[in-house]
Every structure is written in C-alpha cells, then in structure tokens.
C-alpha cells in the first residue's frame, strides 16, 4: 500500500535520512524502530508532507505522493498523530475531533451553518471508540498527557484514514493508558482494518501488535522483516546492544 | 470554544442593549450619540481586527489600511463620479476586499511577526500614496463635505445607518465564527501544522479569513465616512491600528465582545481625557499596561473567566 523508495533528506549538511526504504502491505502493523535521532520523526514527516525530501520516491496506492502538500496528503487518506502532543489547545475535546472530520468532508469552506449541528454523530462515535466521550466537553489544554496522546489519534481518525501513522502513541503515559493504547491501536486494525504504520521505543509493545518490523540506524534502513528476523540480526544487535550477540527480549 | 457570547441569557444582554441604542437619539443631545456611533463603528473594527488576531492567529498589524481603504473608496465613489451614492457607499467595502486579497497574497507566504512587518510596510506604502497623491485624495487635508444619499445625511440618519449596518456585521461575523469555516479557522489559530495534517489549507483558509475582516474593516471605513462626512489620510496611519490592537487587547480578544467593549472604552477614555490634556495617550498607555498585568485576557476574559470558575465550582459542588 504504501513505499519508499530511496529516500533522504538532510538539514545542513546532517543527513537525518539516507536511503530509506519500507513496504507496507494493506492491513498490516508494521514498526519502526531504531534508537534516538535515527531519522524516525523525519521520516514520517517526510511521507506525510511536512518536509519535502531531497531525493526517493514516496508511493501511496502506487501513486506517487512525494512532495505533495500535507493538506493534500492527508486528503489521500494518510493521516497521523505527533509524538510531541500537537492539539488545538483551546478547543474542546469534542471540536478537536469535529474539526477533522468537517475538515474530511470539505466542509470548512461553509460559512453559514453552525458548526454545533454538523457531524456530531460521526464525532461522538470516535470518541466513544477511543474511550474519549466523557471529556467531550473540557478544553483540550487541560487534559492529562495521557489523554491528550488518545485525542491525538482520536483527531487522525477524524479524517477516516485508510493509513494511519502514529509517532511513539505512548510516549509518557502511564502504564494503565499505555495497555488502553496498545488495545485501542489492535482494534483500530482488527475492526476497521486500517493499516498502520508506527514508531515506538517500548520494544514490548512493538514485538506484540507489528506483524514486520523496520530498523533505523543513521537514517538508513537496516532491515525490514518479521519480528523474529529482526530479533536475533547482527546489526540490530550491533546499533542496540553494542554488538553483544543477546537477541533482542 | 467561542467565549462570552452564547446561551440565552447573553442573548438577553444583546437585546436588551440593542433597545437602548435603538432609543438613544431620542433621549440623549447630538454629541452623545455621535459618540456612540463612533464606538459602533470602531467596534466593528476592531471586531474585523479580531477576526484574523483573536480567532485566525494571523498577526494582521496594519488593519487600518482596509479601514482607510474602505472610506476613502466610498468617498471618492460619492464625490467623484455620478454613479448611485448606495452602489458607491458598497464600493468601499469591496475594494477593501480586493486590497485584502493582493496584500494577503503577498505576505501569506510569511508567517507570525515576519507577517506583521511586511503587512506595516505594504500597508504605509498605501498611507503613503493616500498622503501625497493630493489632486486625487485630498493629500493631508482628506476629503470633507461629502455627498451622501439623502435619507443618512442627518444626525440620526447616520446613527440609525451605522446602528443597522454594524448589527448586520456582527451578526455575520458571528455566524462566520459559529460555522465549520470558523472552527477550522480557530485549529489554524492553536495549531497550523496539525491543521494541514487534519487535510485544512492552512494558508486558503488564512488567505479568506483576510479578505473577509478587510471587507468588515471596509464597512467600519464606510460608516465613518457616514458618520462623520469626512476622511482623512490618518484613518490608515498605522498608530491608529496600534490602537485598534490594543481595543482588541484590552476588551478581550479570545471573546467575541470583548473587542467592542474595549472601543467603548478607549472611545471613552479618548473623549474623556482629552478634554483635560493633549496627552491623553499617556493615559492610554498606563491603562493598558495595567491591563496586561493584572487582566493578561482583557477586561471581558477576566470576567468570562471569574464567572465560568464561579459556575464549575457550583457543579462541583452540587
């Protein structure tokens, strides 16, 4: 469904990503892992518009995405959440998700319809799913980390994407919301049958839910396979461990 | 979330004060209600304003230009050409529009502070050709004596005028806020990256949200050139918009009355210290720093604030 094909991108002269390649298959889980500074967030930034790469090719559906706006992308069906918590602070929880999906509509040119009447079906049904409904109504601003790392897939959803990427869903939550997180990303696959691409320190969480895992060292892939060729591979072995010959869990 | 203005009981409020401003010629003398016209006017500019500041996030800093643009339009449409004064008085507000549209195009590609300066310097440039093009615009001098159609030409003519167009606005304006486009606009405002993300053309939407405060600001433009049958090359003079900023600032502008309250105060404070000394701005000046450090949500947020504390605290309690 989803590749890449070669592709980098440097800042000044520091190469975050060097040739990296990935394949995702319809329906499948697929993990990016690699230590810190690795070209993981550049990467999807890359594949979702933010930045533009220096050369590669980004292919979405065989079509080719690369370079397009993220507005654009977006309306392919890619949508993604931020490792960094990046929401509408000032807006509730509930028009944070009704945004997404006004926005999915092409509804954000109507100037003269309240915004109150439209898509609360479709919002609250969301936000039931991520278990969000009770907060509906508080100011995003004020939420917990945990929750607002929730609302942020929660507002990916709202775009109703077919491709979802999640940067490190459960950076600092607490251990009872990330075992919430590591269900809800299972259902969103099982039951709606998105694909989803993610990245993730937490290595008990990506060998449980990913059906193939691709490591970045430097920005470059060092390879993409199933968990367990991942698990016992010397270079992985070498960037994570210092080249002892443990396997990996 | 749209502050300060929703539920039935505000809409009481705005009915209620709409009845005193609609029997206010009959029981206060002339310059009273010339007063507050002017505060009507300037509210619907600075509510213009707030549209891009306060709910778009667009640091819009010379935003008299379109107020200038706006009047000095009508009045040379009125006083230089033969067409209806009704068709002219509209185009005002159009090419306030227009202006809106290429000055937008320009600075877009800007964002935040970057915007704002290159927004002053297009904008004094504009002053700038208003000012010196005397044989077209009056230079310093403006424009006075213009003709009007007849029905708005008296004292509560143009009272009743800006009282209606500016009620118009609001309302609209209003509506613009509560609809998709609004909210989308306000996601701009917290957040334009995870705009984009979301499928929002951050920049499209920003690029609309100008061109319609510009025609609003071109409206208020209008109105004064009703109000008081003159302009002047100071209506677009960027201290003027320093002053509309701090309306917007002082009233509240994460609330939709907060930027007419805060030109009813400023309107107030103008008229009031001007008649003891020249430099009522001092004045001003204190005020506002007053405000920044003891009501940092301006005047209207402080209470928004205090009410919606007082009214969580209740529901917690029950």
């Not at chain 1, 933010?50 to 706006?69: A, H, Q």
């Not at chain 1, 509730?92 to 006004?102: G, R």
């Not at chain 2, 549209?51 to 230089?80: D, P, R, T």
């Not at chain 2, 960027?238 to 009813?264: D, K, N, Q, R, Y």
Request: charged share 15%; with cysteine; aromatic share 10%.
């Amino acid at each position: 469904m989803l590749q890449i094909k070669s592709l980098s991108k440097s800042f000044r002269g520091f190469q975050a990503v060097n040739n990296a390649n990935l394949d995702v298959k319809k329906g499948e889980i697929v993990a990016v892992i690699g230590p810190n500074g690795a070209g993981k967030t550049t990467l999807f930034n890359l594949i979702t518009g933010i930045l533009k790469p220096d050369s590669g090719k980004v292919l979405f559906k065989d079509e080719d995405i690369t370079g397009l706006s993220p507005h654009a992308i977006c309306k392919k069906g890619i949508t993604r959440s931020f490792q960094v918590v990046n929401v509408f602070q000032r807006l509730s929880v509930f028009e944070n998700v009704q945004v997404a999906v006004l926005s999915r509509e092409g509804k954000t040119w109507n100037l003269f319809t309240p915004s109150k009447k439209l898509v609360r079906e479709e919002t609250n049904r969301i936000l039931e799913n991520v278990g969000l409904k009770e907060k509906a109504n508080n100011i995003s601003g004020a939420l917990s980390h945990g929750d607002r790392k929730v609302l942020e897939i929660a507002m990916a959803l709202g775009g109703n994407p077919e491709f979802l990427i999640l940067d490190e869903p459960t950076a600092g939550m607490a251990f009872e919301e990330t075992v919430r997180c590591i269900d809800l990303i299972k259902q969103l696959s099982e039951k709606m049958g998105l694909t989803i691409l993610f990245c993730e320190h937490d290595m008990e969480l990506v060998f449980s839910i990913s059906n193939r895992i691709m490591v970045m060292v430097r920005g470059a892939t060092i390879i993409q396979g199933s968990c367990e060729d991942v698990r016992c591979n010397q270079a992985v072995q070498d960037a994570y461990l210092g080249g002892s010959d443990v396997c990996l869990m | 979330m749209l502050q300060g203005f929703s539920g039935r009981k505000d809409l009481f409020w705005v009915l209620a004060g709409m009845i005193i401003l609609f029997i206010l010629p009959f029981i206060l003398p002339r310059f009273y209600y010339y007063t507050v016209s002017m505060i009507m006017l300037l509210g619907l500019l600075a509510t213009s304003l707030n549209f891009a500041l306060g709910y778009g996030g667009i640091y819009q800093f010379h935003h008299c230009v379109f107020y200038g643009v706006g009047a000095y339009g009508a009045a040379i449409m009125l006083s230089k050409t033969g067409i209806s004064p009704w068709v002219g008085l509209l185009v005002g507000p159009l090419m306030a529009a227009v202006l809106s549209l290429i000055m937008g195009l320009i600075c877009i590609r800007l964002s935040k502070l970057y915007f704002g300066m290159l927004q002053i310097s297009l904008g004094s440039l504009v002053w700038a050709i208003i000012y010196r093009w005397r044989g077209f615009t009056g230079g310093e001098d403006g424009m006075h004596g213009i003709p009007l159609p007849g029905i708005i030409t008296s004292g509560t003519g143009a009272y009743y005028f800006t009282f209606i167009v500016c009620a118009v606005s609001f309302f609209v304006i209003y509506m613009m806020l509560k609809s998709p486009f609004g909210s989308a606009l306000q996601g701009i405002r917290d957040n334009p990256v995870r705009s984009e993300m979301i499928g929002v053309n951050v920049k499209r939407h920003q690029l609309a949200a100008l061109v319609i405060c510009g025609f609003f600001a071109g409206v208020a433009g209008v109105l004064f050139v009703v109000v008081d049958n003159s302009v002047f090359p100071n209506m677009m003079f960027w201290t003027l918009s320093m002053e509309v900023m701090i309306m917007c600032l002082l009233g509240g502008w994460l609330t939709f009355m907060g930027p007419i309250i805060g030109a009813g105060l400023i309107v107030v404070i103008r008229t009031v210290a001007s008649g003891y000394t020249e430099y009522w701005s001092l004045i001003l000046g204190i005020i506002l720093m007053l405000v920044i450090f003891f009501l940092p949500d301006g005047v209207l947020g402080y209470f928004v604030n205090k009410f919606k504390g007082r009214a969580d605290k209740q529901m917690v309690k029950g």
